[in-house]
């Protein structure tokens, strides 16, 4: 099948009469084009445009191809947008357009969804400390694609208004007047996100201008950025308002195709910065036996711990929607089971997730929690069936139809131990309660006592292959079931561990608490008297006994897969830092599983 044809467009501001004579024009001699997106402020500047732009919109004169807009702001932007959220076919999750009138599509807010094949998302709006109903974007919308880059799979297309800071050109600095700010600026909030999203193409309006930038390389990707500024509909200068391409979705794509790059690819100009700030770093511990590249990751999120990067109480909509989330237990969102039933019962996500609807009366979804009486779907929110919905949507319970059971190595009576999917290393584990328990912390003495002996276990699997373990936890308030991963290091570089995580620690601004303890035992008991059930906790277990614990306050950010990243880059294995990038297929998970069976029987506390 022939890639997608797409037509690129700059501010409209209105102009559509000249707009889609060009789009003639062009879809004549190149076409046919299968969608227009529109970049910058689409509505007029003045009213003396509106008859011009009514035409199109009233259905008086004809829009020729699917035409999407994030501009959502100018004259009449309010009247025009406001119609369309109370029309009776907007209503609901539309993350591919509210219909305008025909063959016009705003995209509202912030989202991503599939075109063609192509994977596109998209930022509406400007950057704004005011509270608006249209125009601006809010920091839900910037949570949203910062959930959207933690999903597998590449964006294609990105579309936003502003420029991302840190892209600049000769033509565009002119046009910046000292001390502008909107429109003229550049927006930060976008720069962070395309840095993180990591798109093949990033296109967006608002300077005056065109640019087409040098592919840029991604960092932690295999695949390059291409910059597209536009310049707006009929500008006097005649510059490029309008830009073809024909992407193959990368979904379709070879690893060798994805991964291919022009002569003239350059560095990405989002990590000039972090380049500084890490040689200034090195200097000052030059003398450490660990290398800078193993904090590969941390600079980048303390961006998201400045602006929430979704965490707190927000709800996941994948969870809540379908039942399930690609991301599992590293999602930025909380997966409330509760909140699930809800929506199954058709209370409004919105209400939920904030407490309140702008769609007011005009949505059809209900604005208030659901009973049993009030719906026939499920059972009373915190009634005695609760349990048994958790383990039928839990990954982790054995009851349940999503666990998978081929990662099995060894079930007790209360803890079970399971190959991790997708592993850092080679036999990488969980040790899993059997129990739904959000931690391993607060369980009964009984269970500990068991939770020794796999540990225990595990020690002397590692000791005959010549390697030490390290324990960690990361005992979320959003986390629905437990999970206590093991992670064999050489025991060259146990002496190394402490060191890194202290340093990594560092580097997201907090402090360990340490404790040292001759035995696991006694080790677990000081745990369970730190261990706070009203906050998140972290805490890792060092071969030689000690412990590293941290207590996350309320609006303190912490990095899911923190663990799992500090020994990625202990061991120089910073690709597969994300489980995500390195699944395995079901067959070969299975037999990895049985290869770590046979070698752990004479251990196995079950045998």
């Known amino acids: 099948m022939a890639p997608p044809k797409i037509l690129l467009c700059g501010d409209v501001l209105g102009h559509l009469k000249q707009l889609f004579k060009r789009v003639a024009s062009v879809n004549k001699s190149a076409g046919p084009f299968d969608a227009l997106f529109c970049v910058g402020q689409f509505f007029p500047d003045s009213a003396d445009q509106l008859d011009e732009f009514n035409d199109y919109i ?93 999903e597998p799979g590449i964006i294609d297309l990105f579309l936003t208004n502003k420029w991302p800071s840190g892209i600049t050109n000769r033509a565009a600095a002119s046009d910046v007047p000292p001390g502008a700010s909107e429109p003229f600026g550049s927006d930060s909030t976008v720069a962070e996100l395309v840095a993180e999203i990591k798109p093949r193409y990033h296109i967006a309006g608002t300077k005056g201008v065109y640019y087409a930038r040098e592919p840029y390389s991604n960092v932690d990707a295999v695949h390059v950025t291409r910059f597209l500024g536009l310049a707006p509909v009929g500008n006097k200068d005649k510059q490029k308002f309008i830009h073809a391409i024909s992407p193959t979705p990368a979904s379709t794509m070879s690893s060798v195709e994805i991964s291919t790059k022009s002569p003239t690819t350059t560095l990405s100009p989002y990590t000039y910065g972090e380049k500084t700030d890490h040689a200034t770093e090195a200097g000052k511990r030059s003398s450490d036996s660990i290398s800078d590249s193993q ?85 009373r929110r915190g009634s005695g069936n609760a349990n048994s919905n958790r383990s039928t949507e839990c990954w982790f319970c054995l009851s349940s139809p999503k666990v998978e059971s081929h990662l099995i190595i060894s079930i007790g009576e209360h803890y079970y131990c399971a190959l991790a999917k997708g592993p850092l290393v080679e036999d990488h584990v969980l040790l899993i309660p059997i129990g739904h328990s959000p931690n391993t912390l607060s369980l009964p003495s009984e269970c500990e006592i068991e939770l020794g002996k796999f540990q225990d276990a595990l020690k002397q699997y590692y000791k005959k292959q010549g390697k030490d373990v390290v324990f960690f936890e990361w005992a979320s308030k959003r986390t629905t079931h437990a999970n206590l991963q093991a992670v064999p290091v050489p025991s060259a570089k146990s002496a190394a561990v402490q060191n890194i995580f202290n340093l990594a620690a560092e580097k997201l601004g907090f402090k360990f608490e340490t404790t040292k303890s001759g035995n696991n035992s006694d080790g677990r008991k000081m745990l369970r008297t730190q261990f706070d059930r009203n906050l998140s906790f972290f805490y890792v277990q060092l071969p030689d006994g000690t412990i590293l614990s941290h207590s996350i306050e309320e609006n303190e950010r912490f990095l899911p897969q923190f663990g799992r990243e500090v020994i990625a880059g202990l061991l120089n294995k910073a690709d597969r830092a994300d489980w995500r990038n390195c699944t395995d297929s079901k067959e070969e998970e299975a037999k990895m599983a049985a290869d770590f069976k046979s070698g752990f029987e004479e251990f196995d506390p079950n045998k």
Not at 112 to 134: I, N, P, R, T, W
Request: hydrophobic residues 30%; proline residues 2%.
């Open 58 to 150: 009233e259905g008086r004169a004809q829009i020729p191809l699917p035409t999407y807009f994030i501009g959502d702001y100018g004259v009449a932007a309010t009247k025009v947008l406001l119609a369309a959220t109370k029309d009776s076919g907007n209503q609901g999750f539309k993350l591919d357009g509210l219909k305008i009138c025909n063959n016009l599509y705003w995209l509202k807010g912030s989202g991503k969804f599939k075109l063609h094949g192509l994977s596109v998302a998209y930022l509406s709006g400007l950057q704004c400390s005011d509270s608006q109903q249209f125009g601006t974007y809010s920091q839900d919308d910037v949570d949203v694609l910062r959930a959207v880059a933690e």
């Open 295 to 379: 904090y590969w990751r941390y600079d980048v999120n303390q961006k998201r711990q400045k602006h929430g990067a979704g965490d707190g109480n927000r709800l996941c909509f994948k969870f809540v929607s379908s039942g399930s989330c690609p991301r599992g237990e590293n999602c930025n969102f909380q997966h409330d089971v509760d909140a699930r039933e809800q929506s199954l019962r058709g209370v409004c996500f919105d209400f939920m997730n904030k407490g309140k609807c702008e769609r007011g009366p005009d949505c059809k979804f209900k604005h208030s929690l659901q009973t049993e009486g009030e719906s026939n779907s499920h059972q």
